[in-house]
């Protein structure tokens, strides 16, 4: 264990000690009257008050984005998802124009709104707090986004994503079980494929929302390939869900650069390919997991079994 009781402490000892505190990763934007816009990457976002609805940030006072926050009356939070490190670089980088190419939506006082993100928070200037070398702006909310996506995390220097801490246990009661062999239900296909699912899925789902894709968007990667396309009605039988959600997926998608539309239908680009080999080696993870218990002849009737039922007439 290493202590720091210096009198003058050491500032990358520090910056490396406050590094154990994770945190989610945010672009904050504003613009002037003129139409000048700034944007810079902070993971100094916080709450502040319920009641007025306060949140806080913080800035470099050497910052040349700063004369843009000091001048605008409003600025936005963009909590980034766990999909957006290309974001986050970008505008931690100084450039002549970090907005070039990128699609927003306009916020109150013209601040500029991300699309994609977690969550988005726009805020009227409401207080400026001197911090030593940083500036703390105070906004008070005025209106929000909840987007439903997992946001990017930052500890110790590198990037991360949010996995639900595992329960202590998540198996029922050894009487609970008795009783459960007991019951009827147990030689019911239907409820023991809809308990199987259930299961499968409490650990799987929250391992595939972590890299920040919304069900839709993540079952539209798996399904589409790069050198096949898929139409509205393939990928309708395919990902199981409502057209306004796949159409909603695919507009995500094509945003960024993951999935292209041909006479054919949609496919993927080689960017998306890459994105869809991150959720397949999840998957694939999760199933050795799953059925590392299992014999493997058995493991081959269950998919023979579940392909049967599947492609069976009803």
Known sequence: MTHHTDHV????AFRRALGNFATGVTVVTAATQDGTRVGVTANSFNSVSLDPPLVLWSIDKRSGSYPVFEQANHF?????????????????RPSEDKFAGIEVDMGAGNAPLLVDCAARF???????????????LIGKVVAFDDLGRAPLVYHQ??????????QVSEHLP????????????????????TQALRSYQA???????????????????????SDASLDMAGLLAEVAMPAREIEAAQEALSRKGWVSSTENGYRLTASGERQADVLRDIAAKQ?????????ADEVEILKKLLRGIITSPH
């Open 203 to 225: 650990s799987y789902q929250p391992k595939q929302l972590s890299t920040g894709l919304r069900v839709s968007e993540a079952r539209m990667l798996l399904v589409l390939d």
């Open 174 to 193: 050894e009487n609970r079980l008795v009783s459960a062999r007991q019951n009827r239900l147990s030689h019911n296909v239907y409820y023991l494929l």
């Open 287 to 295: 199933q050795e997991q799953v059925l590392a218990a299992f014999p």
């Open 122 to 136: 726009q805020c009227e200037k409401y207080q400026q707090i001197d911090g030593g070398d940083h500036w703390i």
């Open 9 to 12: 402490l050491d500032s990358r």
């Open 157 to 166: 220097g590198a990037y991360s994503m949010v996995l639900p801490y595992p």
């Open 76 to 92: 936005a939070i963009n909590v980034l998802a766990a999909d957006q490190v290309d974001l986050s670089n970008r505008f931690a």
